[in-house]
């Protein structure tokens, strides 16, 4: 990979969720690289944008607040990018059960509406788009590869399935340079801390209750996932955004499997103390989970020569003295929007623009 | 398909986009079957809606003037439902490239509109959605059966898979009973006609100029489509609906298949006279053009005991006779958006309900 760390030197980014967590740690590894990076985030409240994220990077960082699903705002914010990276969305699939057309608006049409602007104002701009695993649901066959039949169990793999169409259209049809990355379970630090019931995922949710002293609610425990520290993540959109034949593929990322109930375990060691309790998976739960499922990323690999780097005990060992550390940016929702509203100042209007900004 | 006549009498049919093409066949044969159908329709003005649709079925059918995207009307519309026909969409596959976004919101978030209402206050209803057989793209093998991979080239296209995938996806998760129907080149009575560019179908736009005496643009030529005639089309609508062991399933529907430049000379034929012009596919279509493409419809023939009765020769004899004698509420989109106002008259508020509403 060493092709990557040259590749990105002076070039202009542009990440959307750049506020989020893959977003921002992309954005941390883009200015090591000497990139210029733009950042677009909406700062929904709910969702996990938050400006610490970018601590440290700010002055080297442009941000802007807009929502992908506004096509004015892109048309702008496309022009003269050398790298789109297509993160910003709605992750939850309990809440995409419940208000589908949200989902649908900010995972599908926001980035289509992206793409067009790319078509439009900038169509030597490459694409890169975060999908997601659950676009296989439940698997036929282990490990699960890109070739699987895409059968959803839950609406934000439908509105996931959408986008990536939409991004290797664009390719096929408008000769766009797009490639789509299948994420799995991914964690690390910059992961949205603030939400206390773990409806997103549960990893962040039981790092936040282990810390906190309290016990690991394991719901099930048989299921079997496979996780991707943020690191390897980034690496894997930086390796897609360089390499040329990468251009029209969709690509499987994977990780250290595991089940749930020997992740808690794991989690306990790395943790230094800690305690589960077991409870059966609630049926809103039960009904969009996949049971038993990890990737293979052998086409990621052959292709790209993509692997993991950071296993999960240590991975998981990083990411708790991370959260040591900065508890006070990310454990209240009240404070973090709080603290936002301080940092937004760095970005008010009249500021000049910081260094690595687009002119 | 005996069991279909007698399914529908005294059921309540929600029809969207039933002052459509296929919708008015669909509304007209469920009032000859004795069913209480709510036709649902926005008059979307460049689409194929049209009061004169439903001429002769007027006194028979109540029509609701609203767009599937309004949460509110389908919450109040689908209460009570035996079946729903969720057929509203934007057919447009050269529109759909212009302006994706329409085209995702009326394709995709309002078929799920339509299936969260169902969901919250209707659930057992049972659905029936109607897809296209471009979902395929360009073909891998003749016939495309529904196992082909979904590789779409236009984003009407993507549009329906998502759309597609919700049905299922509700049908898996929430238990609703949803069929997914991928229709091929429908043609028949009621098609819209006041399209002078042949911007939705080229069967319809050959038809009108032959009727006018105008000679038949081929573009290309070589290119293989199959096509159902639309009460055949109606009849798998009817039967996927009556058939319990079709919930879940999605059906390619077929028929006879010809290249065009074929049915171009088949239609002259059937017409009684007319001249064929040869033309380059301009590059906007051949982006898009899947090339020979017909389907296999072999797994609705075994499982429900669906097949085309009606061959294109006669198809197209019944279709050219009735716009012969009907040119005047198809031609002119003027003349149709005047009539359709004078036509609204029968439904204006404070009229009692026709017999067959829902009371």
Known sequence: MAGTTRAFAGKRCLITGGLGFIGSNLAHRLVALGARVTIVDSLIPAYGGNLHNIDHIRDRVHVNISDVRDPHAMQVLVRGQDYIFNLAGQI???????????????????????????????????????????????????????????????????????????????????GLRTVCLRLTNTYGPRQMMKDTQGRYAFIYYWIRRIIDGEPLLVMG??????????????????????????????????????????????????????????????????????????????????????????????????TIAFYRQHRDRYWNAADVAEQQIDALQIVRPGDDLPPSAPS
């Not at 057309?101 to 790319?118: S, W, Y």
Request: aromatic share 6%; glycine share 8%; with cysteine.
């Open 92 to 174: 939850g699939h309990l809440e995409s059960m419940e208000d589908p057309q949200t989902d649908l608006r900010i995972n599908t049409e926001g980035p289509l509406t992206v793409l067009e602007a790319c078509r439009r104002y900038n169509p030597g701009a490459k694409v890169l788009y975060a999908s997601t695993r659950q676009v296989y649901g439940k698997p036929l066959h282990l490990p699960v590869d890109e070739t699987h039949p895409l059968q959803p169990i839950d609406c934000n793999a439908v509105s996931n399935i959408a986008a990536e169409h939409y991004h290797r259209l664009y390719s096929a049809v408008h």
């Open 221 to 318: 425990g048989n299921q079997t996932r496979d996780f991707t520290y943020v690191d390897d993540c980034v690496g894997a959109l930086l390796l897609a955004a360089a390499e040329p034949q990468a251009d029209g593929e969709v690509y499987n990322l994977g990780g250290e499997a595991m089940s749930l109930r020997s992740l808690a375990d794991l989690l306990i060691q790395v943790a230094g103390g800690g305690r589960i309790e077991l409870m059966e998976l609630p049926a809103e739960r039960r009904a969009i989970d996949p049971g038993k499922v990890y990737l293979s990323y052998e086409k990621i690999r052959r292709e790209l020569g993509w692997e993991p780097h950071v296993g999960l005990a240590e991975g998981l060992s990083r």
